[in-house]
């Protein structure tokens, strides 16, 4: 299905992801979801929207997400018959703070969900109010469906994500994850949109204290995974961030727009969630989901540029275990308006720029024409 750009052709959909609905139970202190979202009446993804986008993208995997994807209620099974319908592996992005383990059971038996994903900064109940605006008995069901997936046997990745107030802790959270049956444990830097800050941002120095102490003491049966991270290879701080001689521990090699799509409930479609403009680069309500794909300028651009300074780079490709990602497109575009700077190096001057109380506090919306670039091939 693939259609062509210039004399280059589109890659397919690998993975979908879908946002069945807007309204979560918790408030976390990170979420990149639209800030305006967060008091309004809840928006769900019509049934409709989901089959036209399965139906023109064909994906080979569909995640189900929100907000928390339990409040969507019914929607979900739904969603589940119709990703069967068109050959989508179908999996369920859920914070698992809402959902009963029978829930999950039925989800797997019924649904035919193929596997979780899941986060936890939830080390004791205080972590909790503080971090995610939870209560006692939220955490206690992540912990109990984390157990009850984990004895499963079903495929589980939980994200612990990089703040100030996870990164002393990195330790204990990820054992407390192993002590459940957790086996791929994510580390997540986080993107400073929406509710997120560059101030919950942990200095940069200690973070990779934080991942060396981790990467000594972590738990041998439970992998652990380096997303998000702008922080590229050939930065100076990257011998200290990424681990070397160990299998156990790897960098995720983010595909976001390049073989990944996410659609909010409102229909806007977008090359990663985390990434904003007014207006979205398309809406599958109004415009042909796989047309936005093929061919609006963001997407185009994502897919062909990356800083100068990369090209010919072998840096990459001649550490094992390091993989760059060219650093987070997502937080580059947004920030500067193009893809020509070092992520690394925007993210160090940008997180003390905002600091200082000189730069913007998080990441500005831009609107569309600022980010949309030239639609030229570089
Ligand atoms: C958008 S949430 C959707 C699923 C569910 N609501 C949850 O939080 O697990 C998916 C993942 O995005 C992560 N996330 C949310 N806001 C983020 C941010 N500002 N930067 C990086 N990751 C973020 C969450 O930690 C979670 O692992
Ligand atoms: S990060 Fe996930 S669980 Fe937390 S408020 Fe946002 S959508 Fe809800
Ligand atoms: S490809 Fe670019 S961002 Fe990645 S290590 Fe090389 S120069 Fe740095």
Known sequence: MAGRDGDRPVPAVRKLELQLVTACNLRCTYCANDPDVRDAPPRFMPLEMVERCLDRLRPEIVSLTGGEVALAGDRVLSALELA??????????????????????????????????????DLDDAMTLAVRGGRPAERRRLLENLAHIARRGWPLSVETILLRDTVGRLVELHRLLADLGVRQHRIEFLTPVGHASWGLMPDFEEVADALERLYAQRARDCHLELT??????????????FPRDDPGVSAYHCTDGKDLCYVTAGGDMVPCYAFTCRPAPGNVGREDPRRIWEESPVFLRVRREAPPACEGC??????????????????????????????????????????????????????LEEVAGTGAHP
């Open 84 to 121: 069967r319908r068109y050959g989508a592996r179908p999996v369920i992005s859920s914070n698992l703070t809402v959902f009963r383990p029978a829930d999950l059971d039925r989800l797997v038996e019924v649904g035919g969900v193929t596997g979780f994903f899941s986060s936890c900064n």
């Open 228 to 241: 998000c991270c702008p922080i590229t290879p050939c930065s100076p701080l990257a011998e200290r961030l």
């Open 314 to 367: 072998r840096i990459a490709t001649s550490r094992p275990g390091v993989t760059c990602t060219n650093g987070c497109w997502a937080m580059l575009l947004m920030g500067t308006g193009g893809l020509t700077q070092l992520c690394w190096e925007f993210a160090v001057a940008a997180r003390e720029s905002a600091l200082s109380g000189a730069g913007p506090g998080r990441l500005p919306v831009r609107r």
